[in-house]
Each structure stands twice: as C-alpha cells, then as structure tokens.
C-alpha cells in the first residue's frame, strides 16, 4: 500500500529564516497532497495542497512543490515566525482506496 | 469551532470496557473519517465512510467499530479487544472524495487504565 516518509522529524530555525519540510511517496497513481499544521492542543488544519497536474503552488510565505517522477514533495515557508510553531503533516492520497496517507510529522520551533 | 464536533474532550476508562466517542457534523459532507493519533506516528486511519449505511476498514481497524446510520454522525467504539487504547482520537470530514480538504474535529483524548 502507500507509504508516506516524512523528514525532518524536528526542524529548529531562527526568525526570519526559511524551513523546508520534505515527504515521499510510494504510490506513483497518488494525485492529491495536502499539507496540515497542528498547534499544541488543536486539530489539523489544512495550510496549503496541490495536485498532481501542477509543479508548485503559493500562498503569500508558505510554497509547496512537487516532483512526480522521483515522487516526492517538500513544503517551503519563507520568512518564519513564532507562531508558525507547530507540528506539520504531509499526506498523500490512495489511488485505488479513498482516503489519505499521512507522514509521520515534523515539529518545527521557530525561535525569536 | 463548528462544522466538525467531538465530544467529549477527555475520557477515562477503566481497561475491559468499551467507550464510544462522538462525531458529529454540520456541514453536510458526505465521508467522514476516524484517525488515531500517537506521538512520533502521526495521524492513522481507524475507518472511513463514504456514504450513509457503508464504512470501511482503515490500517488500524481491529479493535474498534464503528456505525454510520446519519450522514451527520459517525460514532466510534473502542472495545476492549483494543490493545493499547490509550491515544488522542480525530474525526473528520470531506464533501466527498479524499482529495479534498479534510475537515478535523476538535478531538477526544482517551485514557484507559
């Protein structure tokens, strides 16, 4: 089935550096990938997705792209700050079953 | 906090009984689905429902059931046949297809000792 790897597992960085999250996927039919963050104590929360058709997508400091043939995509938030503190889950969907593979998380702590 | 509710947010049992966990919706979706989530393993698929009257196993099933009898709800019993219930417990919700944003609960952290 599919398997999704997530890295780094924990991710520390300076305010106003960049962070780059990076996932794999086994399944080469997967065509969805969301991206989630979850604060301490809260639910997921979907920050940016894209689909299979498209290499990269925007939204304002938060980038994600994405490269089918060696079937992996990073997520990319530029210019961090405090709150974006939190953990971040990427995910990939089943080709043949319908539901979403999720990596294992990366905890990222931005610090002033 | 609407749309996506779960009730209640935290829960104690005593190991060998069972305990529902409550999910319920507003936003008329059609799936809906159950994750277990445990430091370090992200979020993993109990079951999932596509439609009233029809549900499906996820990677993590035994152990638990489940019910989809309203489109709005979609309970979860975990059963004492679970190994190791203790977990914080996530439903959520998709207009349709799982390529669509997933909408989360707030969640229930079960303890079971």
């Known amino acids: 089935g599919e398997n999704v790897e997530q890295h780094p597992s924990t991710l520390s960085v300076q305010e106003g550096d960049s962070a780059v999250i990076k996932c794999t996927y086994s399944?080469?039919?997967?065509?969805?990938f969301p991206w989630y963050k979850q604060e301490l104590g809260k639910r997921p929360q979907l920050i940016i997705d894209i689909r299979s058709n498209v290499g990269e997508k925007k939204d304002q400091r938060i980038a994600v792209t994405l490269n089918k043939t060696a079937k992996h995509f990073s997520l990319h938030i530029t210019e961090t700050q405090p709150e974006d503190s939190a953990v971040y889950f990427c995910a990939a969907s089943t080709a043949d079953t319908d539901k979403l593979i999720f990596g294992t998380g990366t905890r990222l702590q931005v610090f002033p | 906090d609407g749309g996506i509710t779960q009730s209640p947010k935290y829960l104690f049992r005593k190991e060998g009984q069972n305990v529902t966990l409550s999910c319920e919706q507003n936003l008329n979706h059609d799936a809906m689905y159950w994750y277990r989530q445990d430091p370090g393993q992200g979020l993993r698929l109990i079951y999932y429902?596509?439609?009233?009257?029809?549900?499906q196993k996820g990677d993590i099933a035994e152990g638990y059931s489940v019910s989809r009898e309203k489109k709005e709800s979609f309970p979860l019993t975990v059963t004492s046949a679970q190994k190791n219930p203790t977990a914080f417990y996530l439903c959520?919700?998709?207009?349709?297809?799982?390529?669509?944003?997933?909408?989360f609960g707030p969640g229930t952290r079960l303890t079971v000792t």
């Open positions: 429902s596509q439609i009233v009257n029809d549900f």
């Open positions: 959520a919700s998709t207009p349709g297809t799982a390529s669509y944003e997933q909408y």
């Open positions: 399944d080469s039919a997967s065509n969805y």
